[in-house]
């Protein structure tokens, strides 16, 4: 199975994770997210967390390890935490 098809009983979305608490990429919902985000250095087993959030549903300012990025909240809903 690849990181993107690799479901688990225990994981949530990174978008319903509170701001400010950490979890650990479990896997990905969608091949393209997976592969876009992988590229950059995110992958399952890494560390998150939710620096900041957009006004009015805009996205999300995302801590990876030791990466910053932002993501749509359509891109952080294919992100699969623990």
Known sequence: ??????????T???LAMPQGQ?????????QFIAG????????PGSQVRILRR???G???YIQADEL???LR???ADMVCIR
Do not use: W, Y
């Open 68 to 70: 910053f990025i932002a």
């Open 73 to 75: 909240n359509e891109e």
């Open 1 to 10: 199975m690849t990181a993107a098809a690799r479901p688990d009983q225990s």
């Open 58 to 60: 805009g996205g999300l």
């Open 22 to 30: 950490s979890a650990t990429i479990s896997h990905f919902k969608d």
């Open 36 to 43: 876009r985000l992988m590229s950059m250095g995110v992958l």
């Open 54 to 56: 957009a006004p009015f």
């Open 12 to 14: 949530c979305s990174l």
